[in-house]
């Protein structure tokens, strides 16, 4: 018996059908569909010219930013499915034919995000996604552009940025600043300048001119529009990466000393954030020594490596400092740095230190003079000491293994039980590996005392293996 052959849904398979059928299909669906009738307007429109399908395109986003009414959920649906559909009208029917005329209607588009937030009952992450999703597509848009096509955009970049009274939503803009030309970025500056003075405290207009300058490489520029901010928002960290970057190391050692003294509101992460005098204060020393090394002065860049090391134990820091240093310098500068870590009174900083270096016989050291000074609470600190001491320390491993699991029960921390289970099992693994004058209690006894002081703590105890209670 000869097998039937089945048509697929592909094109070979829809022409099959007949213009007819297809064009029935399309217009039941269309009636049931926004998205797709609009898309299929569009389409009609196209025939017409794309000036025809602009002025659809105009009609609809007129009627978004003139709708008053509240959105629900199920309205908010709708929407992010009917605004995909829009956005890839704007981007493949318009912006195939007039990518100019595509880029405006997206920057419109883009622009609703503002009084539909207002309209939302609550939040619609489906519904943002189209509008994070039609940022990228526009920047792609606008940066094909010729520098000339790109003038006319500038306004509607001003809508953006004004509708967004609280800045949240600058990541888009600030990301123009890399993709528009010259010319586009002077009549930008233009109506920057002319809204500073309105927007004082406000992450907006001051902050995407010296973006543009960056851009541009103008640290004067850029440096004349930070000497112009308030004192709580000004940013001399950023200003002297700028000019010790520019080989400006004189003028970027004056700006590195600007410490703050009080708190400060800058842009972090691209919001405005309230941040101490601290702030920074790492990259500000660093900076600073790099640039004294720039300037010659070796010994005083290399005083202010150690300091910061001897504050913060950081290897990272003792590893450059080193490497600064004269041949077989080193060696001797190492020994007494190790002699700091071990005296230092932060002895769960110095135990990370010689963790990470890697001195483990130093760190099973330390672990064992302060055994009992250690604080279960601390497990980010000793949980992954005890597991890279575990192989070569193992005395200094269950020391450490013994406080996780000790606090963790003490505290009835039953999240955490899971961990206490596994850390006994490795207790026991390690048992085998102590040495003989151990003074430490035995794991038999330790396991005694577990039950008798925590017989209750069944979510515990339900993950330690039979073999093991």
């Given at each position: 018996?000869?097998?039937?052959?089945?048509?697929?849904?592909d094109?070979?398979?829809?022409?099959g059908?007949g213009?007819d059928k297809?064009?029935e299909?399309?217009?039941?669906e269309?009636?049931?569909n926004?998205?797709?009738k609009?898309r299929?307007?569009?389409?009609?429109?196209?025939?017409?010219?794309?000036?025809?399908?602009?002025?659809l395109?105009?009609?609809?986003?007129?009627?978004?930013e003139q709708?008053?009414?509240r959105?629900?959920n199920?309205?908010?649906k709708?929407?992010a499915?009917?605004f995909?559909?829009l956005?890839r009208t704007v981007?493949?029917e318009l912006?195939?034919v007039d990518a100019?005329g595509?880029?405006e209607?997206i920057?419109?588009?883009?622009a609703?995000?503002f009084?539909i937030?207002?309209?939302?009952v609550s939040d619609?992450?489906r519904?943002?996604?189209?509008?994070d999703d039609a940022e990228?597509?526009?920047a792609e848009?606008?940066h094909s552009?010729?520098?000339?096509d790109q003038?006319p955009?500038?306004?509607?970049?001003?809508?953006?940025?004004?509708?967004?009274?609280?800045g949240?939503?600058t990541?888009?803009l600030?990301?123009?600043?890399g993709?528009i030309?010259a010319p586009?970025?002077?009549a930008?500056?233009?109506?920057?300048?002319?809204?500073?003075?309105?927007?004082p405290?406000?992450?907006g207009?001051?902050d995407l001119?010296?973006?543009?300058a960056?851009?541009?490489?103008d640290?004067?520029a850029?440096?004349?529009?930070e000497?112009g901010?308030?004192?709580?928002?000004?940013d001399?960290?950023t200003v002297?990466a700028?000019?010790?970057?520019?080989g400006?190391?004189e003028?970027?050692l004056?700006w590195?000393?600007?410490r703050?003294t009080?708190?400060?509101l800058?842009?972090?992460?691209g919001e405005?954030?309230?941040?101490?005098?601290e702030?920074?204060a790492?990259?500000?020393?660093m900076?600073?020594?790099?640039i004294?090394?720039?300037l010659?002065r070796?010994?005083?860049?290399?005083?202010?490596?150690?300091?910061?090391f001897a504050?913060?134990l950081?290897?990272?820091?003792l590893?450059?400092?080193?490497?600064k240093?004269?041949d077989?310098?080193?060696f001797d500068?190492?020994?007494?740095?190790?002699?700091l870590v071990?005296?230092?009174?932060?002895?769960?900083?110095?135990?990370?230190?010689?963790?990470s270096?890697?001195?483990?016989?130093?760190?099973?050291g330390l672990?064992l003079?302060?055994e009992?000074?250690?604080e279960?609470?601390y497990?980010?600190d000793?949980?992954?000491a005890?597991?890279?001491l575990?192989?070569?320390?193992?005395?200094?491993a269950?020391?450490l293994?013994r406080?996780?699991i000790?606090d963790?029960?003490r505290?009835?921390?039953?999240?955490a039980?899971?961990?206490?289970a596994r850390?006994l099992?490795e207790?026991?693994?390690?048992?085998?590996h102590?040495?003989p004058?151990a003074r430490?209690?035995h794991h038999d006894?330790?396991v005694?005392?577990?039950?008798?002081?925590?017989?209750?703590?069944f979510?515990?105890?339900?993950n330690?293996?039979?073999?093991?209670?």
């Amino acid at each position: 018996m000869t097998r039937q052959k089945r048509a697929k849904l592909d094109k070979k398979g829809l022409s099959g059908l007949g213009l007819d059928k297809l064009v029935e299909i399309l217009l039941e669906e269309a009636s049931a569909n926004k998205a797709l009738k609009a898309r299929l307007e569009a389409a009609l429109a196209g025939e017409a010219g794309p000036a025809e399908m602009a002025r659809l395109i105009d009609r609809r986003l007129d009627t978004h930013e003139q709708a008053k009414t509240r959105i629900n959920n199920a309205r908010a649906k709708d929407l992010a499915i009917e605004f995909a559909g829009l956005v890839r009208t704007v981007l493949s029917e318009l912006g195939g034919v007039d990518a100019a005329g595509g880029a405006e209607r997206i920057l419109r588009f883009l622009a609703l995000r503002f009084p539909i937030s207002a309209r939302l009952v609550s939040d619609n992450a489906r519904l943002w996604k189209v509008f994070d999703d039609a940022e990228t597509a526009a920047a792609e848009l606008i940066h094909s552009l010729n520098a000339q096509d790109q003038v006319p955009l500038v306004p509607h970049f001003e809508t953006l940025r004004r509708r967004d009274r609280y800045g949240e939503h600058t990541g888009f803009l600030h990301e123009l600043t890399g993709v528009i030309g010259a010319p586009a970025a002077t009549a930008w500056k233009a109506l920057l300048a002319e809204a500073v003075p309105k927007e004082p405290g406000k992450l907006g207009a001051l902050d995407l001119l010296q973006a543009i300058a960056l851009r541009h490489g103008d640290v004067d520029a850029y440096m004349a529009l930070e000497e112009g901010k308030a004192e709580n928002r000004r940013d001399t960290l950023t200003v002297a990466a700028l000019l010790q970057g520019a080989g400006r190391h004189e003028e970027a050692l004056e700006w590195v000393r600007r410490r703050p003294t009080g708190m400060r509101l800058l842009a972090v992460g691209g919001e405005l954030t309230s941040v101490g005098p601290e702030y920074g204060a790492r990259e500000r020393r660093m900076l600073e020594a790099e640039i004294l090394d720039k300037l010659k002065r070796r010994g005083d860049a290399q005083e202010l490596r150690w300091r910061e090391f001897a504050e913060t134990l950081d290897p990272t820091i003792l590893k450059l400092y080193l490497s600064k240093l004269d041949d077989f310098a080193e060696f001797d500068e190492m020994d007494r740095a190790f002699a700091l870590v071990e005296e230092a009174e932060d002895i769960y900083g110095a135990l990370d230190f010689f963790v990470s270096w890697p001195r483990l016989d130093r760190a099973a050291g330390l672990v064992l003079r302060h055994e009992d000074r250690w604080e279960g609470r601390y497990y980010e600190d000793l949980a992954p000491a005890a597991e890279a001491l575990a192989d070569q320390q193992p005395l200094a491993a269950t020391v450490l293994y013994r406080v996780l699991i000790s606090d963790i029960l003490r505290r009835g921390i039953g999240v955490a039980y899971p961990h206490a289970a596994r850390y006994l099992e490795e207790l026991v693994r390690l048992v085998p590996h102590l040495p003989p004058d151990a003074r430490l209690q035995h794991h038999d006894d330790f396991v005694a005392d577990l039950r008798r002081n925590h017989p209750k703590k069944f979510g515990f105890w339900s993950n330690v293996p039979e073999a093991l209670r």
